[in-house]
Nanobody, 120 residues
Framework: QVQVVESGGGLVQAGGSLRLSCAAS????????MGWYRQAPGKQRELVAI???????NYADSVKDRFTVSRDNAKNTVNLQMNSLKPEDTAVYYC??????????????WGQGTQVTVSS
């Protein structure tokens, strides 16, 4: 089992910045992709940004050039730096970790979610 713990989030005015952090306790698992998703009220959960162990990144079009995802493979942590925040970025943000077990099966783990609210 992989434990995923998020921190950060909160309330910020439009144009401001926030940083989300996430730590995964790997145990006997090998951590693969890490990333962030978000879910706004009444909407489906959507990809925000992901990063591979090799550092390749993928961003939602809506956050490109404003958000930056980074990770520390040695610590199994992933961060999301969010700049130029907009009210439409308001959502619960979830850390996602893909891990491979000893049986070579890939598992998907989620954090508990952290609220980000951007006021206009």
């Amino acid at each position: 089992q992989v434990q995923v713990v998020e921190s950060g989030g909160g309330l910020v005015q439009a144009g401001g910045s926030l940083r989300l952090s996430c730590a995964a306790s790997a145990g006997s698992f090998s951590i693969n992709d890490m990333g962030w998703y978000r879910q706004a009220p009444g909407k489906q959960r959507e990809l925000v940004a992901i990063i591979t162990t090799g550092g390749r990144t993928n961003y939602a079009d809506s956050v490109k050039d404003r958000f930056t995802v980074s990770r520390d493979n040695a610590k199994n942590t992933v961060n999301l730096q969010m700049n130029s925040l907009k009210p439409e970025d308001t959502a619960v943000y979830y850390c996602n970790v893909v891990a491979t077990g000893r049986d070579a099966t890939r598992y998907n783990y989620w954090g508990q979610g952290t609220q980000v609210t951007v006021s206009s």
